[in-house]
């Protein structure tokens, strides 16, 4: 999978369910922050022409937050296959 | 689905923005570690110091102008969260020490590969800076304009550390 390639939110939203439970979404006025484990990954953008609400994330964002928030990456894979 | 292969370069990326707030004027400059994972058709960076922040292209200078919009956002964000100066250089330096540990690790694997191999960032179109590479970091708050100095202006840049 490229780092490129645009990954439907859903599945980040259903892999941050069962990979860190109690996860947080906040979105910021630029934007988004994941916090989960005493960490916070701030990056996500908030979508296309700033909207507050995007259906995709580029891959390159999950694999980052995945291993930024020491998700376990055996966990992430089950649900989103990449090497993190 | 497979991964697309990836080659890890070890990055150094100078940073420095004027960030206004309520109230405040602040200069944030840092000297942190950044992590490249090339492939075919693109480029990723993802922040060691700072963690928590991302961005690609398809190659080295859209990735980097990525990772600094995504820096600038981030420092925008906190100034719109606090009320005042101290408040924001406190927040901005728990983001800074924010390391991200695995790409920290993956970062430390590729300068030992490109100091054994005798890389030098021509390779990839960057700067080659040698030495220790210690994270650096400051906030400065602007009170008055006597204190602004045309050579505090410059844009994000990124070398390969060696």
Known sequence: MSQHSQLALELVYEMLEHCAP???????????????NGRTYRGVPL????????VTIEAGHVRSLVRDLCIDPKCAAQFIPMSY | ??????????????????????????LVSFKGRVLAEQEAGGVWLS???PGGVAGGGCDFPSAQTELGRCVSDVLFDIAADVESFGAFAHAVEAFFRETDQAAGAL????????????????????????GAHEAQFEVIEMQVPAQARPEQNYQPMAALAA
């Not at chain 2, 694997?109 to 800076?129: I, K, N, S, Y």
Request: net charge positive.
């Open chain 1, 22 to 36: 109690g996860s947080t979404w906040e979105t910021k006025k630029h934007r988004q922050w994941v916090r989960w």
């Open chain 1, 47 to 54: 979508g296309p022409h700033g909207r507050r609400t995007r």
């Open chain 2, 1 to 26: 689905m497979s991964d697309t292969t990836l080659t890890t370069w070890p990055l150094i990326f100078n940073y420095r923005c004027p960030v206004l707030g309520n109230g405040f004027m602040a």
């Open chain 2, 47 to 49: 922040g060691v110091n």
């Open chain 2, 107 to 130: 970062w430390t694997a590729a300068r030992t590969r490109v100091r054994a191999e005798g890389t030098t960032g021509d390779a990839l179109g960057l700067e080659t800076q040698y």
